[in-house]
């Protein structure tokens, strides 16, 4: 009966830590897609109409009648015209035939910033890869 006591202590002290550790990884998770869906919201209620929405981490809204792009990060939200846009590629990590770790790179035309990195979904990297050539070479 004493065993069968520790073992159940040592389960919940387990299973404590456990739900501890994933509350301590994901709220500045939250935190940060909540700046960024806040900062999305500012720029809806602005002069900058989102023709077209990037989700993902950063956030990438276009306004197609200005031609102005919005890198939208949970700190600041950074504009450019497409211009600036140099080029863009879609980044991977390849494990068993899948695509993980997806990612779209901008290059852009500012010493400052050269390069944003917008953390997506396989399936949106890749549909957003044939959307941007056509947002953005139009």
């Known amino acids: ?11 919940i002290l387990f299973f404590a ?3 501890l ?3 301590l990884v994901q709220t500045p998770i ?15 209620n602005s002069d900058f109409k989102i023709d077209y929405l990037l989700p993902g981490t ?5 306004d197609d009648t200005e031609k102005k792009i919005a890198f ?4 600041d939200t950074v504009f450019y015209n497409y211009s600036d846009i140099k080029g863009w590629s879609h980044l991977w990590r390849d494990k068993n035939a899948k695509k993980l770790d997806n990612r779209i790179s901008f290059q852009l ?3 400052d910033r050269p390069l944003v990195v917008v953390n997506a979904y396989a399936v949106n990297a890749e549909h957003w890869m044939a959307k941007l050539d056509a947002i953005l070479n139009e």
């Open 72 to 75: 939208i990060f949970s700190d």
């Open 17 to 19: 830590g456990f739900v």
């Open 1 to 11: 009966m004493g065993d069968t006591i520790v073992v159940i202590g040592i389960g």
């Open 30 to 44: 939250r935190r940060r897609q909540n700046k960024i869906k806040s900062r999305e919201e500012e720029l809806r």
């Open 21 to 23: 550790f994933i509350y």
């Open 109 to 111: 035309n500012d010493k």
């Open 58 to 62: 950063p956030r990438v809204a276009f």
